[in-house]
């Protein structure tokens, strides 16, 4: 599977972006979904997962309340809608698609993928 992310850019802090991430392949409701981000000089970092027919998230700490992933199965492609913007948020936002059958994992290690998406920047200005 080819994965497309994108509706990154420069915003102000308090403002709100919708990224997306398309993906190619006749399976796409079989994959779990995840989104991370990666700050300039530091490690990739899990933001949100979404179970295969939405009806499961789970989300980092340190966004919760202030993002929601969201997957349209009949459109191929999964959403982060992110609020309340920070300068911390500045990163390059990956998506990311598993195949793996893991129980009860939350997806949110590297590991836990099979596919990458390019990445879409976003930056975030005080």
């Known amino acids: 599977v080819q994965l497309q992310a994108s509706g990154g850019g420069l915003v102000q802090a308090g403002c709100s972006l919708r990224l997306s991430c398309a993906a190619s392949?006749?399976?796409?409701?079989?994959?779990?979904m995840g989104w991370f981000r990666q700050a300039p000089g530091k490690e990739r970092e899990f933001v949100a997962s979404?179970?295969?027919?939405?009806?499961?998230?789970h989300y980092a700490d340190s966004v919760k309340g202030r993002v929601t992933i969201s997957r349209n199965n009949a459109k191929n492609t999964v959403y982060l809608q992110v609020n309340s913007l920070k300068p911390e948020d500045t990163a390059v936002y990956y998506c990311?698609?598993?195949?793996?059958?893991?129980?009860?994992?939350?997806?949110?290690?590297?590991?836990?993928?099979?596919?990458w998406g390019q990445g879409t920047l976003v930056t975030v200005s005080s």
């Open positions: 990311a698609a598993s195949l793996q059958d893991t129980s009860g994992s939350f997806y949110s290690k590297l590991h836990e993928y099979d596919y």
């Open positions: 392949g006749r399976t796409f409701s079989r994959y779990v």
């Open positions: 979404i179970m295969w027919n939405g009806g499961i998230t």
